[in-house]
Each structure stands twice: as C-alpha cells, then as structure tokens.
C-alpha cells in the first residue's frame, strides 16, 4: 500500500502510495508513515527533523479515502519538520483535495 | 474559540473531508448505501416511532410507525432507480451534456413533530447524492432523532460509505445552529421547521430550502360525498394528532349542506363546541404573547385538550370543531392549530365560502396547501385557481395527500416548499432532485439566424422590433 523511502542526504522522506487508498488500507499505511517518519526525525541533526522534507508521491493513486486525507492534514499539520508537499496528483485526486478544502493548507502539485 | 465554534468546527472539518471521499463513488456504490440505509431505518419504524412519542409526550406512536414508513419504504420508492451520479443526459442534437455533482455538506434541522421520520427522509435524499448530512435536532427531540441518525449511520458505514458521512448534533443550541448555518463550508441548509428558523436560514448566507406554515381550508362543495367527506378529513386531522403541517385547519361549506356535514362529523367523533367552550379552548390552545399556536397542545388527544381547556367532552371524541364566522386575529382559532381542532365555517353561498377559504389561505397559510371534496370538475377547476398553494389535494385526506405517495402521485416528502407566499425557493415537495448541482456540458450548435444576421442592424435606432424581427426570422 506503501513504498517508503528515507534520503539522508536529502533529508527527504519520500512515501509512494499505491491506487487504492480506501479506509482500511489507509490504517495500516498510517501506521507504517508515522513508525517511519519518527525514525527519520531521530537520524536528523540533533535528533530533530527541521530540515525533514515529506513527500507524498500520490503517481499511482485512484482513489482516496476521508481516512488518507487525515493522515496528510496530520502530517502537514507537524511543527517538528521542515515541510510537507503532495505530489504526481492526476486531475481526479487534485480535485478531492480541492473539494476538501486540502489546496489552500498544503502544497499539491 | 469558543466551545460552540470549536464542536461546528470539527464537525465541519469531517463533513468535508466525507465530502470529498463521496465525490468519488459512482451510482452503484452510493446506490448501495442508500438501500442498506432504506432498510435499516425501516427495520426499525416501530422503536423509533415509540421513541420519539415517549420523548416528545405528543402524536401517536401507530401514525408515527406510518410516517416512518413513508420516510423510507416510499422515499426510497422514489428514488431507488433515479439517477444521481455522473451524466444524467447526453442529447447529441442539442449538444448538451448533464452531470450531476453533490453539494457538499447538508445541515439538516429537524422539528419536533416528525423527528424519526424527517430525519430518516433527510439522511436518505443526502446519502442519494453523496451529500454528507449533520442532523439538527429539536431539542425535545434529540434522542429520537440521535438515534435514527446513528442506526442510519451504522448501516451506511457498513455499506461502505465515506466516515462522517452523517452526523448529528447532540447538545444543541441556538449560537451552535447559528454557527452551522453561516460555516462558509455549508453547501445547503434543509429547513423543515418554525418560520423563525427558516428565516435564520434563509438570512445565514448559505443557501437554503425551506418550508413555509400551513393553514390550510378545505372546501366541502355541494357535489361532495358528506360522509366520505367527514371521514377522510378526520383521517387526516387525527393522523398524529395534527402535528403534519399540511393537515386540515379548517372546513368551509355553504349552509345549505352545513347540518348534513356536522351530522357526518359527528358520526366520526367530532364534537362541535359551544361558545363558551371556544373560549376556553382558545386560552389554551393558542400563545398570547404570539398569538399563535401554544406548544402545550400540539400533537395532543382531544380528552387532554379538553382537560386542560377545562371543559367536558364525549368519550371516543376524535376532534374539536369550532364554528366561528371570520377568519383573522379576533378569532385565534382561524389560524393554525396542530392539534385535533377545526375551525368550521357554513357561508350562504358558494363564492363566500370560497372567499372564505381564501381568507384562511392567506391568513398565515400562503403557498402550502389546501383541499377541495368535490364531484364537479369546473367547482375543482376554479378552487385550485383561486388557492394560493403549492398542493391543492382533490377529494384526498390534506396530511397524508400533502407528503404524497399514499393518495396521489406526488414524491413522498417531509419538506414541503411554500413557494414565495412562505418565503421559499420552490413549491415542490423536496427530494433528492434538488440535492444536486447540475453542470451542463455545452458542445457547438450554432444558431443559424444569428450568424446569418446583420447584427450591425441592431445599432439602427430608426429600425423598429417588427422590421428586426421579420428579418431575423426570414426564410432564405
């Protein structure tokens, strides 16, 4: 559901998701980008994650739940990185971001 | 923030984010929810109607069985097979394509009188076109009305609707419902309610369909069948007690047919007050700091209304008539009363009581609905022209005629517009049609006489509308 990868040169955590982003599997995939992000905010300078970038590589996503939309509000919302951007939306999930109000709170591309 | 803001809030951010998980399910997935909805409501008609009786100490838990009945079994009915997703039409001559698009989040405020049954309808025309509800509740109803919400919410999550797909409110106050109705994020306002809250409404910015009061007259002409008459009309006026707005306020007759139809009443139950008990059933039964109808007796049985007038009435009453002269302030009973009490007015002639029914149409009832018995098609004809409605039923008990679906062919509805006489948008009977935003594809089709006009003529002042338009439309 989830392909996470973390560049430590880069400081970059870099999550790919898979097509079907429903309810359930967005539990798991919660799971797995909070276990990995912590992780990666550990291996920072001094432990923290202020040059941390996250992204999420939404290329392969048809559909999106309510749930997966609370995991990226979640993660925008954290003050302890540097910054947060969705990314490779096609039209269809750039529009859900855009019904759920998600464009003017977060970077989407 | 406030607390208040803090709860709208966060309801708010749910209801959004429900909305944009709902604008992708296709007709099939959102028709799946709806019918996992129908049958959970409807499975549970009878504790649900207990409910909200015990609740709101008014009705009668049998009609109220009947009116969750028709706020699933027949809205359901309604909509079951109506397209609500994706492309509606596509006419390839015209070149216009329809889509349909939900709205977004609905605040759905509920009255007391129909709290299962207004809910269960409201959430089942939402969840038709992915339109994410929060349930307002009467305050005397919050745990009838909760707890339809949640069996309808538990049935709609398992059938694979969007979490928070609805929700419901349940420590209410007005500020909260204030909050609600303005939330820039509010698609759509579902009011069924008093005119003071569908006046907020209307004034909180976010658009809003409403209802209007009924006062609604039915006229018994001449033509009429007496008994059939009398025992439809009681059918309807004792349906739960006259708490449905469109039920029967008032009988009009000319005198020549007066004595055949208070025999008829009577041989329903009906008893016809004395004067002095008018009076007395006045000082309870209407506010006068309002002048309107007094909560204490709405929905309530003839016996506990003549208790509480004070007054002696005969075991087995089914209404109260009250035969008055004029319609206005001086008598209180001319106005809309939700409870089994009718005003009865005999007239010399048939243009007075027709006036006469005007009269009560326009006193406080205007644009809801109003009845006619009659077995003369011109006497139908020319009531239906003079009434200012949005339902004129036709020899059709008023309350259950108004909703539809039982006696007539209208769509089954607890929100009846009022047309502009009740400061709504429509007269029709709400239901899912009016939940969607349509958006209409235009593809190129040309208009002809357009492009083959000098449209340079249209600067010539001299050039008269006859000269532009004969040239216009010319045939060449």
């Given at each position: 559901m989830v392909q996470i990868d973390y560049d430590d040169e880069k400081r970059e955590l870099h999550c790919r998701f898979g097509e079907h982003m429903d309810s359930v599997a967005s539990i798991d995939v919660a799971r797995c980008v909070d276990e990995r992000l912590n992780e990666a905010l550990q291996s920072g300078?001094?432990?923290?994650?202020?040059d941390l970038q996250v992204i999420f590589d939404l290329g392969k996503v048809e559909y999106i739940a309510s749930a997966f939309l609370r995991i990226c509000i979640t993660v925008a919302k954290r003050q302890d990185i540097e910054g947060f951007t969705v990314v490779k939306c096609n039209p269809s999930v750039k529009k859900i971001f855009s019904i759920a109000g998600l464009d003017k709170v977060m970077a989407i591309d | 923030m406030t607390e208040v803001q803090d709860v709208a809030n966060e309801m708010m951010v749910q209801a959004v984010l429900a909305a944009a998980e709902f604008d992708q399910f296709d007709q099939d997935r959102t028709d799946k929810i709806v019918e996992a909805v129908f049958r959970a409501g409807f499975d549970a008609r009878v504790s649900l109607a207990r409910m909200a009786v015990e609740e709101t100490g008014l009705g009668v838990w049998q009609h109220k069985v009947l009116k969750n009945v028709l706020a699933t079994q027949f809205v359901y009915g309604n909509i079951e097979h109506e397209k609500t997703v994706g492309e509606l039409s596509r006419d390839m001559k015209t070149g216009i394509v329809e889509i349909a698009q939900p709205m977004g989040p609905i605040f759905a405020i509920i009255p007391m009188t129909n709290p299962t049954s207004t809910t269960l309808f409201k959430i089942l025309i939402c969840l038709k076109t992915r339109n994410p509800i929060i349930i307002s509740p009467h305050h005397r109803a919050a745990g009838s009305s909760g707890e339809a919400a949640r069996i309808c919410y538990e049935a709609a999550l398992a059938a694979g609707a969007p979490e928070h797909c609805i929700q419901w409110i349940t420590k209410g106050s007005r500020e909260l419902t204030r909050t609600f109705m303005s939330d820039p994020n509010m698609a759509m306002i579902l009011a069924t309610g008093g005119t003071g809250l569908v006046t907020a409404a209307y004034s909180s910015g976010t658009p809003a369909i409403g209802v209007g009061p009924g006062n609604v007259p039915v006229f018994i002409d001449r033509s009429a069948d007496f008994p059939f008459a009398a025992k439809q009309i009681l059918a309807s006026k004792t349906f739960d007690n006259g708490t449905v707005c469109a039920s029967e306020q008032a009988v009009v007759m000319e005198t020549s047919v007066e004595e055949e139809m208070k025999t008829a009443f009577r041989n329903e139950g009906g008893y016809f007050l004395t004067p002095e008990e008018i009076k007395k059933v006045e000082g309870i039964a209407i506010n006068p700091e309002t002048n309107g109808m007094s909560a204490d007796i709405v929905g309530q049985f003839p016996a506990k209304i003549a208790q509480m007038a004070g007054i002696s009435i005969p075991e087995g009453t089914t209404a109260l008539f009250a035969q008055l002269d004029t319609v206005g302030p001086e008598e209180p009973l001319s106005g809309e009363v939700l409870a089994p009490i009718l005003a009865f007015y005999a007239k010399d002639s048939y243009e007075d009581a027709v006036k006469c029914c005007i009269s009560l149409n326009y006193r406080g009832g205007i644009g809801h609905t109003a009845s006619i018995y009659a077995n003369d098609e011109e006497r139908i004809d020319q009531f239906a022209e003079l009434m200012n409605a949005g339902r004129v039923v036709v020899n059709i008990p008023s309350a259950q005629g108004a909703v539809g679906g039982i006696f007539n062919s209208?769509?089954?509805?607890?929100t009846l517009g009022c047309g502009s006489g009740g400061k709504n948008i429509t007269t029709e009977n709400i239901s899912a049609r009016h939940l969607i935003n349509i958006k209409r594809v235009c593809r190129r089709r040309i208009n002809d006489r357009w492009f083959a006009?000098?449209?340079?003529?249209?600067?010539?002042?001299?050039?008269?509308v006859d000269t532009i338009m004969n040239d216009y439309n010319r045939n060449f």
């Open positions: 300078p001094g432990g923290t994650g202020k | 209208l769509l089954t509805s607890f006009f000098d449209t340079d003529k249209y600067l010539d002042e001299a050039l008269t």
